[in-house]
Structure formats: C-alpha cells, structure tokens
C-alpha cells in the first residue's frame, strides 16, 4: 500500500483478486450495415448520456433499421420516424451497448493512451493533470492501472484492453486523479466524483474479479 505522505510512492488502482477514436465506427440494429444518412427533420435536443451528448435522428426513409455513430464528443442515433418514444429511448440503449462493445474490440495503442488521458484531464481536471507518460504494461496482473506522481507516469494493465470504453477511461481518470492527490482521502475521491460512470465502470471491474474467483467446473470450455 503506497504512502499517501509520500509523493514518490506509486498510486495503484488494485484489483482486489490479488480504455482509439471511434469517429469511424457505426453500428446497425439491421445485419447489413449502412451509411447514416443526413437528418430529414430537425434532430432532437441532445440528452447527455455517460462521457458524451446523445442526438436523435429522425428519418422517414428509414423503415425498420436503426444506426448509431460518434460524431466528436456526441452520439448519433438514427431512428425511423414512426417510432415511439417509449422505442426510441430503448434502442438508443441498445445502440450505445452495440457502440461500445464494438469499440472495445479496438485496441489504443501507447500514444492513442496518452491521447486519451489528456483529453480526459482537460474534460475533468481542466488539463492540470499532465502526465510524462501513459502506456500499456503487462507485468501488473493485480493491478488495474498504476501511477508515478514524482515521475508523472502511469501504467494501465494490458487485462483492460477489450473492456467497454467507460471501464479503460474510469482507470485513467482514476491514475490521472493521483497526479493530483497521490493518496486515497477524502479530496482524492472528490476528483473521481467528476467523472459520471465512476460507479458503473466500479461494478463491471469488481464483476470481473467475482467472475475469476468462481471454480472451474471439468468441461465447462466444452459447453
């Protein structure tokens, strides 16, 4: 367990056992993918949803398919225009867990890492997190990220790589946090209050570990 009194010491994300620009990538509720066409009505108010605005888009050419794309910091959902309200807010879930889990199939390499952590800084600590370094390590086995604030340095386990983008962000926002407060109190948790998903991305990490804690049953790769 670091010091927090220690400004040297590193600042680690433990697992308790012992997230590339998406612009290019869109999702379809229908198996052929296609293009999203230009909105045909005024698009709705954009509603926040986690990190990013979401726009809804509605089309009467569209019959039955429904897509999804990032555009920058927001979210486009293109719905068909019959579709109700009580429709439009459940496929705009669906689309954003299609998004997101197409996404994490997409692996940042080192400097699309540190892309994405000042990017962070700057939405969350208005850029006064500045790290020397953010890159992938694959010798932190029990630990989900780490950080050298004396350094400015910060190491994300490679176990991450494949996990839904809010889950690689929360840790980076978490090491980012320590170049601030290198310790765990009260203003460090403060920090982590900024970002929206801290307790979502908390879950899925804590899913993770209860899922490697649970035997493994004779043959149950051949189910």
């Known amino acids: 367990m670091p010091d927090?009194?220690?400004?040297?010491?590193?600042?680690?994300?433990?697992?308790?056992?012992?997230?590339?620009?998406?612009?290019?990538?869109?999702?379809?509720?229908?198996?052929?993918?296609?293009?999203?066409?230009?909105?045909?009505?005024?698009?709705?108010?954009a509603r926040s949803s986690g990190t990013s605005a979401v726009e809804v888009r509605r089309s009467p050419r569209r019959r039955r398919t429904v897509s999804a794309y990032r555009d920058g910091d927001r979210t486009i959902v293109l719905i068909p225009a019959r579709m109700s309200e009580a429709e439009e807010r459940r496929w705009v879930g669906v689309m954003l867990d299609k998004l997101a889990a197409q996404e994490s199939k997409r692996t940042l390499g080192d400097s699309e890492l540190a892309n994405r952590a000042e990017r962070l800084s700057a939405q969350y600590f208005e850029g006064?997190?500045?790290?020397?370094?953010?890159?992938?390590?694959?010798?932190?086995?029990?630990?989900?990220?780490?950080?050298?604030?004396?350094?400015?340095?910060?190491?994300?386990?490679?176990?991450?790589?494949?996990?839904?983008?809010?889950?690689?962000?929360?840790?980076?926002?978490?090491?980012?946090?320590?170049?601030?407060?290198?310790?765990?109190?009260?203003?460090?948790?403060?920090?982590?209050?900024?970002?929206?998903?801290?307790?979502?991305?908390?879950g899925y990490l804590e899913g993770v570990v209860a899922a490697e804690r649970l035997p493994h049953r004779p043959g149950a790769d051949q189910e």
């Open 4 to 45: 927090p009194a220690d400004p040297t010491a590193p600042a680690d994300l433990v697992d308790p056992v012992d997230p590339a620009d998406p612009a290019d990538v869109v999702v379809s509720a229908d198996p052929a993918r296609e293009s999203p066409p230009p909105a045909t009505r005024k698009p709705r108010a």
């Open 128 to 202: 006064r997190a500045r790290p020397a370094s953010v890159r992938w390590v694959t010798n932190q086995n029990t630990r989900w990220g780490s950080c050298t604030p004396a350094e400015g340095s910060i190491r994300l386990s490679h176990r991450l790589q494949g996990m839904p983008e809010y889950v690689v962000d929360y840790v980076l926002v978490h090491e980012l946090a320590h170049l601030l407060v290198p310790g765990h109190g009260p203003r460090f948790w403060q920090l982590l209050e900024a970002y929206p998903r801290t307790e979502r991305a908390r």
